[in-house]
């Protein structure tokens, strides 16, 4: 099963939502859990 591919723009749009949760004082696993991907996704999605 082959996983969906986000738009460059929808993923810095998540990447600063996962910024501002976590400005909010939730960590980073719940801070990812809460816009719908993994923590491994989260940190491959930064590094590029």
């Known amino acids: 099963m ?4 986000g738009k460059a ?9 996962v910024e501002v949760l976590q ?3 939730k ?3 719940e ?3 809460q816009i ?7 940190y491959r999605w ?3």
């Open 9 to 17: 723009e929808d993923i810095v749009v998540k990447l600063r939502q």
């Open 31 to 33: 801070a990812v859990r």
């Open 27 to 29: 960590s980073v696993s």
């Open 2 to 5: 082959a996983g969906k591919r």
């Open 46 to 48: 930064r590094k590029e």
């Open 36 to 42: 719908g991907v993994t923590v491994q996704t989260y």
């Open 23 to 25: 400005g909010q004082g």
